[in-house]
């Protein structure tokens, strides 16, 4: 059995500005837009060379606004030979939309994405929120795995509330790099910053474990707050770590095709 994992990026820019503003970022919309801003303008370029240097697939999942603002860096993703996911349009708060809107941002974020390259597409739904109609719609427009859920930390297949399935390639608060990154002060969001080294500690043991019990660790970063210098580095040196241990990083869509097994059911009130 194979060691594998999946370093992944949401690579979300300053698309959620389009959306919904909250009170914090209509208070300093410059700060919050600038600070999201530094994902396509540094981040992910340095990201592109950090996974140039080592050698590895990533995946990146991109809302259709960054898609359609940034073509060029998108192309370059894709050029680099790494696999491309949808995020929404304007990293849309999930939960918030209805039906008919849901169904229209995955088809304006499908069509953005497949001016850069065709698909089918995987999807990470923004914050990892999910309807009940959601995974069925996933399945109508052909998209072909999910990476939104927790309900086990080795790729699965999860049964719809209405009985097809479709693969999940889970993901998990702990494998995030926004908790431990994301700090906005005066919105009161996030935490005090740890060192890139606490982190990668963090995720090192994490991630061993989930390989020693047969798992796939999914990390996921976001190019905005991973791509700042010093995180880069230890992004790489993590890397470099677990390859040295023979561990092979996959693309995500490598990883959904093995989903085998009983299927889950989607986490509802049954
Ligand atoms: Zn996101």
Known sequence: MPRQMALTFDFDGESSVYYRRTEF??????????????????????ILDMAKQVGIPITV?????????????????????????????DHERWGELSAE????????????????????????SPAWALN???????????????????????TYL???PSG??????????????WPYYGFIPNAGRGSRPVAPSELMTL???????????GGQPVLTCHPQISGRAGRVLALRGLVTRFQAEGVEFVPM???????????VRFPLRW
């Open 25 to 46: 970022e209509n208070q300093a919309p410059a700060l919050d837009t600038g600070l999201r801003e530094f994902g396509p303008l540094v981040g992910m370029d340095r």
């Open 61 to 89: 999942y991109v809302p259709g606004r960054i898609v359609d603002k940034y073509p060029e860096n998108c192309r370059r993703i894709v050029a680099a030979g790494h696999e491309l996911g949808l995020h929404g349009y």
């Open 101 to 124: 809107e849901e169904l229209d941002v995955m088809r304006r974020s499908i069509a953005a994405m497949e001016k850069i390259t065709s698909g089918p597409f995987g999807f990470r």
């Open 132 to 154: 009940d109609r959601s995974l069925d719609i996933l399945i109508d427009l052909g998209v072909t795995y999910d990476s939104s859920l927790m309900q086990k930390d080795t």
């Open 158 to 160: 999860v049964q719809t």
């Open 164 to 177: 097809r399935t479709l693969p999940e390639v889970p993901v998990h608060w702990s494998l995030d790099d």
């Open 203 to 213: 995720w090192y043991e994490e991630a061993t474990g989930i390989l020693e019990y």
């Open 253 to 263: 869509k490598q990883l959904a095709a093995q989903a085998t097994g009983e299927p």
